[in-house]
């Protein structure tokens, strides 16, 4: 699946810049119907995103973003929107989270300080 990602005007907290063209996201998905299977078609999956990624580096289309609610688990999403805008998000969370109940206390999910 590709969806388009719209022009920012930079006020946001992912690493896109304002004004930047229009971006697609990309999302590859695999169903099958045996858990035997997992190891095969995780592999499988694995090397389309592989192959997908060399493309787009090869032609100088490829960004490093991750979005959040399509990352995998072997995937670091908040490390993708740049060093500065993860320490930001990271200051917010101490601020607003000083005891860290969203990141120790909520099971599953992406977590800041992993």
């Known amino acids: 699946m590709v969806q ?6 930079g006020t946001n907290s992912l690493g896109q810049t304002a004004g ?6 990309g999302l590859v998905m695999v169903a099958y119907n045996n858990a035997a299977d997992d190891s095969e078609a995780l592999k499988g999956l694995q090397n389309i995103v592989d192959q997908h990624v060399a493309l787009l ?10 979005y959040l609610n399509y990352a995998d688990v072997s995937q670091d999403p ?3 929107y740049g060093k500065r805008n993860k ?4 200051a917010v969370s101490v601020r607003y989270d000083p005891k860290k ?4 206390g909520v099971p599953g999910g992406f977590k800041l300080f992993a």
């Open 87 to 90: 320490a930001h998000l990271e």
């Open 101 to 104: 109940v969203f990141q120790k």
């Open 20 to 25: 930047e063209t229009d971006n697609g996201i």
């Open 57 to 66: 580096q090869k032609a100088k289309l490829y960004l490093p973003f991750k």
């Open 78 to 80: 908040f490390s993708s």
């Open 4 to 9: 388009p990602q719209p022009v920012t005007n």
